[in-house]
T-cell receptor, first 111, second 114 residues
Framework: SQQGEEDPQALSIQEGENATMNCSYKTSINNLQWYRQNSGRGLVHLIL?????REKHSGRLRVTLDTSKKSSSLLITASRAADTASYFCATATSGTYKYIFGTGTRLKVLA | DGGITQSPKYLFRKEGQNVTLSCEQN?????MYWYRQDPGQGLRLIYY???????QKGDIAEGYSVSREKKESFPLTVTSAQKNPTAFYLC?????????????FGPGTRLTVT
């Protein structure tokens, strides 16, 4: 089964609202990354958080990591229609940098 | 422009034929990867290469083959032994395999086999 599982599977919000999506994983990790994928396109790297970090910010993005609960969350503040995409977490198990991707959260931001 | 290119964007093949998907990068990255994505699912690793002339099987390598003769190129062949080849294929690269840094993705090739 997938190492990373995102929740919810789909999310629909109004422009200007915040969007939160979660990722759970099963084993110890080196780091966790979040990617965005627009429909039919490749993935774009958003942010990387290392296992010894608890929170990281990048523009309107805020990522948290709780290694005790084996979970991470991605918060997008003041969402825009252009944020409409699928968001994936990717985890690299300790001892390897072979990333395992979750099934993704499909975010739709309504204008 | 620096980046990863994949060609073609759409590919159609008859069942029983082998097909090769192209992946080229000019980022001077050592590591390259091939993933498969099925509708509504995440990415699954097919093969990866840490360095030129070296590659390793990923989680779903059966029915696929790769080569890494040049640093910038990592073509994927989908053979007739792959039972369900219709999917979206993504190529990626990273500076090195062991740094665990971000992966840069190409735009993908959508393969349809009938």
């Amino acid at each position: 089964s997938q190492q990373g599982e995102e929740d919810p599977q789909a999310l629909s919000i109004q422009e200007g609202e915040n969007a939160t999506m979660n990722c759970s994983y099963k084993t110890s990790i080196n780091n966790l990354q979040w990617y965005r994928q627009n429909s039919g396109r490749g993935l774009v790297h958003l942010i990387l958080i290392r296992s010894n970090e608890r929170e990281k910010h990048s523009g309107r993005l805020r990522v948290t990591l709780d290694t005790s609960k084996k979970s991470s969350s991605l918060l997008i503040t003041a969402s825009r229609a252009a944020d409409t995409a699928s968001y994936f977490c990717a985890t690299a198990t300790s001892g390897t940098y072979k990333y395992i991707f979750g099934t993704g959260t499909r975010l739709k931001v309504l204008a | 422009d620096g980046g990863i290119t994949q060609s073609p964007k759409y590919l159609f093949r008859k069942e029983g034929q082998n097909v090769t998907l192209s992946c080229e990068q000019n980022l001077n990255h050592d590591a390259m990867y091939w993933y498969r994505q099925d509708p509504g699912q995440g990415l699954r690793l097919i093969y990866y290469s840490q360095i030129v002339n070296d590659f390793q099987k990923g989680d779903i390598a059966e029915g696929y083959s790769v080569s890494r003769e040049k640093k910038e190129s990592f073509p994927l062949t989908v053979t007739s032994a792959q039972k369900n080849p219709t999917a979206f294929y993504l190529c990626a690269s990273s500076i090195t395999y062991m740094t665990g840094g971000e992966q840069y993705f190409g735009p993908g090739t959508r393969l349809t086999v009938t």
